[in-house]
Nanobody
Framework: QVQLVESGGGLVQAGGSLRLSCAASGRTFSRFAMGWFRQAPGKEREFVAAISWSGGSTYYADSVKGRFTISRDNSENTVYLRMNSLKPEDTAVYYC????????????????????WGQGTQVTVSS
């Protein structure tokens, strides 16, 4: 069993930055690939970014490439999502997720590949 808790969301003006954090506990954190997803009202849950257990491999949605950066600190059992140049269309609840499978066998952009989910944190970007 793995517990995930997101933090760092809030209200920011367009062009600003936020850093989201996801703290993990319960099992050996470094075994899990991690992902970030988001969901806006009335829309489907959308993939944002993913990272392998070592941090050596990352994958991003086209909509955030060049603006968002995913990273992890296994010594602190924490995954981060740095969001720069934020746009109103980035407004959503952001969720972190853990996949208990090897990076090389999963499709990191597919939500059902992930076994554990956090409660979400709200990000609102004003125009």
């Amino acid at each position: 069993q793995v517990q995930l808790v997101e933090s760092g969301g809030g209200l920011v003006q367009a062009g600003g930055s936020l850093r989201l954090s996801c703290a993990a506990s319960g099992r050996t954190f470094s075994r899990f690939a991690m992902g970030w997803f988001r969901q806006a009202p009335g829309k489907e849950r959308e993939f944002v970014a993913a990272i392998s257990w070592s941090g050596g491999s990352t994958y991003y949605a086209d909509s955030v490439k060049g603006r968002f950066t995913i990273s992890r600190d296994n010594s602190e059992n924490t995954v981060y999502l740095r969001m720069n140049s934020l746009k109103p269309e980035d407004t959503a609840v952001y969720y972190c997720a853990a996949a208990g499978r090897p990076w090389g066998t999963l499709r990191p952009h597919v939500s059902y590949e992930y076994s554990y989910w956090g409660q979400g944190t709200q990000v609102t970007v004003s125009s």
